[in-house]
């Protein structure tokens, strides 16, 4: 719907994720089936990484923004261990009750005292020994589920543990994206009901359109957080509050790649004018003229990126393709424009005469049940940065939000690679303004 058909008021109807299909309320037997799915995704995912030769931490190169695919797999495993079968009451050292069933697995594997440069030269455990490990850890937990009561105290270091796993398991998509490597080939599991899994989510050829037109919601109030009263709640999103939402205009999908190019076009990227001050000194520091994974003509498109894929796509994009999983494909300008920084998104809208929203803004709008906003092909950058509510208080996992606040910036909604179950309205995902690795992109609000 356009802005000049009216203002949208649903009055305080609010819309989350179905109880049937969340994790956050799922039940013993729902939560099994879900962790195993998540343990066999994990399982293919390192297997991905070892056929590509990245199974050894000495053969993966030493960035910031991944960690070892082994170390991973182990983490993985050893932080369900620590929550569920050791009962921990904290992510401090001290707070899980006995040991872990690796010898050293709390020297190898707790993310708070393992610092990231050192998990390159870390003595693990051999590949078919952490997966040996991560099976063992994987039946205990089950065992222990099928006994446990069908309540919200009982069932919370389950819901904890599966969540990590599904975020570590996106992360490692990222990872696979950032090295070149093809993604396995598990169809379903990070559908999420938009259809955006398949050719246009991980291979990335067409299939994605991004959708255009506004949206003028009238405002009004509701509850930011939604219902906590039972079910999984990260810390960060807590605690619910009612909050006054004054009208406004936004995009009813993202901005696309054709919408991104015309910025591109007019220079975009040589007029400071448009940049903030931690924009320009990102552009000067990264050099850039285009998003990350764009490229034109022989300047390189990563391993394996051979020729062009896909299903043409791209007449009118100036010759320039993008590199997904190590493919080199043709840019297609309806597709939603993706791996870019806040910076750059900042930049867009400063061109365009446009804003991006805060992420009250965001909440209000995809809880209101309008059938023309979409979200959930990539994550969205917003006005917000990350910041506590009031009442905050961290959870067990103390280091999950507390450490970041004031030096992240909010994403709203999901992207392809996220589950289904994990996806919420209310979730607020969180990262420096300069990633673009993630699968971020980006819609605008009226000034």
Not at 12 to 40: I, K, V, Y
Not at 62 to 69: A, D, G, K, V
Not at 76 to 89: H, I, N, Q, S, Y
């Amino acid at each position: 719907m356009d802005g000049s058909e009216g203002p949208y008021n649903a009055g305080m109807t609010e819309h989350d994720t179905p109880d049937d299909s969340s994790f956050r309320r799922a039940g013993p037997r729902q939560l099994a089936a879900a962790m195993q799915d998540a343990r066999h995704y994990t399982l293919a995912l390192f297997d991905a990484f070892d056929a590509a030769g990245y199974g050894v931490p000495a053969q993966v190169p030493r960035l910031s923004i991944i960690n070892p695919p082994l170390w991973e797999l182990g983490h993985t495993a050893w932080f369900g261990e620590w929550f569920v079968l050791r009962d921990a009451t904290g992510s401090h050292p001290g707070e899980a009750h006995g040991h872990s069933l690796l010898a050293r697995g709390d020297d190898w594997f707790d993310s708070n005292t393992v610092a990231h440069r050192t998990r390159w030269t870390l003595d693990l455990p051999a590949p078919g020994a952490l997966k040996t490990y991560c099976r063992e850890v994987q039946d205990r937990i089950l065992d222990r589920l099928a006994r446990e009561a069908d309540d919200d105290a009982a069932l919370y270091p389950y819901r904890l543990a599966l969540a990590h796993e599904d975020m570590h398991g996106e992360a490692n998509l990222y990872t696979l994206q950032t090295l070149g490597v093809a993604p396995p080939g598990l169809d379903g599991h990070v559908s999420g009901g938009s259809g955006v899994t398949g050719a246009g989510g991980i291979a990335g050829v067409g299939g994605v359109v991004a959708t255009s037109g506004e949206i003028a919601f009238a405002g009004g109030s509701f509850v930011r957080g939604g219902d906590q009263s039972r079910g999984f709640v990260f810390d960060n999103e807590r605690r619910a509050a009612a909050c006054r939402v004054a009208p406004f205009s936004i995009d009813a999908g993202l901005v696309s790649n054709g919408a991104y190019l015309a910025f591109m076009r007019d220079g975009g990227y040589q007029r400071p004018e448009y940049w903030s001050e931690a924009g320009r000194a990102w552009l000067m520091a990264q050099e850039r003229s285009a998003p990350r994974y764009w490229r034109r003509g022989d300047d390189g498109g990563g391993a394996g990126s051979g020729g062009s894929a896909g299903n043409g796509g791209g007449a009118g994009n100036d010759g320039w393709h993008v590199v997904r999983f190590g493919r080199r494909i043709a840019l297609d300008l309806e597709e939603p424009v993706r791996h870019v920084t806040l910076h750059e998104a900042q930049a867009w809208c400063s061109w365009a005469g446009r804003r991006l929203p805060q992420e009250t803004e965001w909440e209000f709008a995809a809880v209101q049940g309008h059938p023309d906003f979409r979200w959930g092909q990539l994550w969205e950058w917003t006005a917000s940065g990350f910041l506590p509510y009031e009442g905050f208080a961290a959870d067990r996992y103390r280091e999950y939000s507390a450490p970041w606040f004031g030096t992240r910036q909010v994403l709203r909604g999901a992207s392809f690679a996220t589950p289904a179950r994990f996806r919420s309205a209310r979730f607020r995902n969180f990262f420096t303004p300069e990633r673009d690795d993630i699968f971020s992109g980006f819609r605008t609000c009226a000034l």
